[in-house]
């Protein structure tokens, strides 16, 4: 989905880049966490998480905890490129080339 030049639309949006920016460093994160981090709603953080999803950068993992379904996100090897190729893309915008 990303352009030549790295830089990747799907990814621009505040929200989306920062979740994949904290997904990167860590091996899952827990979808209650990534909301509060985010500051979004459910809902909001949900239509992200699809958009993300439905290219393969995002994997989604499901269980029950103590009674409770709780889903947590994880980062792919495609989406970690993708978010590795735009950040160096808007690196290489910042410095003027």
Do not use: C, N
Not at 19 to 33: C, I, K
Not at 46 to 70: C, D, I, N, W
């Amino acid at each position: 989905m990303s352009a030549p030049d790295g830089f990747d639309p799907l990814i621009h949006p505040p929200a989306r880049l920062q979740l994949l920016a904290v997904l990167s460093r860590v091996d899952e994160l827990e979808f209650a966490a990534a909301r509060e981090l985010l500051q979004v709603s459910d809902s909001v953080l949900s239509k992200h998480v699809a958009l993300l999803a439905e290219p393969g950068y995002l994997t989604l993992r499901k269980a029950a905890v103590l009674g409770r379904q709780r889903t947590w996100l994880a980062i792919t090897p495609a989406g970690q490129s993708a978010y590795t190729g735009h950040v160096a893309a808007l690196h290489r915008l910042l410095e003027g080339g």
